[in-house]
């Protein structure tokens, strides 16, 4: 099923500057998988050197933070991914 993905400032730079992206997926997490093949240079960006997703990422379904268990629940016809990185400086 198509999905829409909607990523941050930051992402946008290994797509290509785009805002959304379409992608297929069941779930979350193979919607993210789907990004990573695409744009394999957004990998750093999610997941850390052990393969981890980065805490610092934030994941909303259609404006719903979603954690853990979350990332395999089913996805719907039409739903949106926004996919945020939360970077602070010091």
């Known amino acids: 099923?198509?999905?829409?993905?909607?990523?941050?400032?930051?992402?946008?730079?290994?797509?290509?500057?785009?805002?959304?992206?379409?992608?297929?997926?069941?779930?979350?997490?193979?919607?993210?998988?789907?990004?990573?093949?695409?744009?394999?240079?957004?990998?750093?960006?999610?997941?850390?050197?052990?393969g981890h997703l980065w805490d610092r990422l934030q994941l909303f379904v259609n404006g719903e933070m979603i954690h853990g268990e979350d990332l395999l629940q089913p996805l719907a016809e039409g739903d949106e991914i926004h996919v945020l990185l939360n970077i602070g400086g010091g």
Do not use: F
């Open 1 to 50: 099923m198509a999905v829409n993905v909607r990523l941050s400032s930051l992402l946008r730079q290994a797509a290509g500057w785009q805002e959304v992206v379409q992608v297929e997926g069941e779930t979350p997490l193979h919607c993210i998988e789907a990004l990573l093949r695409r744009y394999p240079d957004m990998r750093r960006w999610i997941y850390d050197k052990h």
